[in-house]
């Protein structure tokens, strides 16, 4: 379900080794889901090789506040 903090675990697995457009929806699911669960992953995500991935996790963990 999205924005369930259930999924957290299920997206880490799938960010590590995923292509450039699987890691970018994953960042984009992670950005739904509340109260900070999902910081690590957007924190991992914030040290992506691809740029946009990089602005995607920083705007998200800005939102956050």
Avoid: N
């Avoid at 880490?12 to 292509?19: E, I, L, V």
């Amino acid at each position: 379900q999205i924005g369930d903090p259930a999924a957290i675990p299920s997206l880490q697995r799938a960010y590590t080794g995923a292509d450039v457009e699987t890691r970018f929806m994953i960042v984009e699911a992670a950005q739904q889901i509340d109260g900070g669960a999902a910081s690590g992953l957007l924190m991992t995500a914030l040290k992506d090789s691809d740029p946009r991935i990089r602005k995607q996790a920083a705007e998200a963990l800005g939102d956050s506040d």
